[in-house]
C-alpha cells in the first residue's frame, strides 16, 4: 500500500521574520525597490529600455515645452495690445489727426500804410466881387457912345496897353481836376486765420507716415488677443459664437 507523500511545512527562519523597512523620502531605496524599478526600465532587452527612457524624456520635455509655450503665449498677448494699442494704433490715429488738423491763430497786424493817389474835385465856383484889371494890349471898341456938347456921339475908339479898368464880376466858375494827395493811414487789424493741413505740403508725408504703420496695423488686428480668440479665431461661426 503506497502512503500519500505529505509535503513538509515550510520552515521560517528568524530573519524572514523582519519587519519591512520604512522608506521616507531622501533615504535610500530599498532592494525591492531598486529591482522594481530596474526591471521596469531594464528588461535584459537594450532596445526595449532605449525605448521607454526616451520615451519618460519626451513626455517630460513635451510638458516643459508645453507649460513654457502657455506661459509666454500669455505674455505675448500683454505684449501684443501694449505695442498694437499704446504704440502701432497710436501712431497710426495720429497721424490721421495729423492730416485732417486745422492751424486755427489770430494775428495781429500793425502798420502804416503810405496812400499815394489823387482826389477828385467838382465843383461850381460862384464869383461876384468888384476888381481892377490892367489891358495887356491895346483894346478897340467899336461904336462906344461919347458924350460930346452934351450929345451921345457913337465912335470907335481904343483903350490903350496898361489902361486900368475897374469891372464888376458876377459869374459861376465850374471846377473839376483832381488833387493829388499823399496819406499815412495807420492800419491796426486782428487777422483770424484757419489753415487745414491737408491742402498744404505738410499732406504728403502725414499720408506716407499712415502707409508706413498701415501694414504692421493691419497685421496685429489680425492676432488673437486672448486665449479665447487664439482657440476660436479657426472656428468663428461654427465651434465658438461669433
Not at 108 to 129: A, E, G
Not at 155 to 160: P, S, Y
Request: glycine share 4%; proline share 10%; hydrophobic share 45%.
Amino acid at each position: 500500500m503506497n502512503m500519500p507523500s505529505i509535503d513538509p511545512e515550510p520552515v521560517v527562519e528568524p530573519e524572514d521574520l523582519q519587519p519591512e523597512p520604512v522608506t521616507t523620502p531622501g533615504s535610500p531605496q530599498p532592494p525591492s525597490a531598486r529591482v522594481g524599478m530596474n526591471r521596469f526600465l531594464w528588461q535584459g532587452q537594450i532596445l526595449p529600455a532605449f525605448w521607454t527612457i526616451a520615451s519618460l524624456v519626451s513626455i517630460a520635455v513635451n510638458i516643459i515645452l508645453v507649460v513654457l509655450v502657455i506661459t509666454l503665449a500669455s505674455s505675448l498677448f500683454s505684449l501684443k495690445k501694449m505695442v498694437q494699442v499704446q504704440l502701432v494704433d497710436g501712431l497710426y490715429e495720429n497721424f490721421v489727426k495729423m492730416d485732417e488738423a486745422h492751424i486755427k491763430t489770430t494775428i495781429q497786424v500793425s502798420d502804416t500804410i503810405q496812400l499815394h493817389d489823387s482826389i477828385p474835385v467838382v465843383f461850381d465856383l460862384p464869383l461876384k466881387q468888384g476888381t481892377e484889371i490892367i489891358l495887356t494890349k491895346d483894346t478897340p471898341i467899336k461904336k462906344a457912345s461919347v458924350i460930346l456938347n452934351g450929345q451921345s456921339v457913337p465912335t470907335d475908339i481904343i483903350l490903350k496897353e496898361g489902361t486900368r479898368m475897374a469891372i464888376a464880376l458876377d459869374m459861376v466858375v465850374p471846377v473839376n481836376q483832381r488833387v493829388p494827395v499823399e496819406l499815412a493811414v495807420p492800419v491796426n487789424l486782428m487777422v483770424p486765420v484757419d489753415i487745414p493741413l491737408a491742402n498744404t505740403e505738410l499732406h504728403e508725408p502725414f499720408a506716407g507716415l499712415q502707409d508706413v504703420v498701415a501694414p504692421y496695423k493691419k497685421f496685429l488686428d489680425g492676432l488673437p488677443d486672448s486665449w479665447d480668440d487664439f482657440w476660436c479665431l479657426p472656428f468663428k461661426g461654427w465651434f465658438c459664437k461669433p
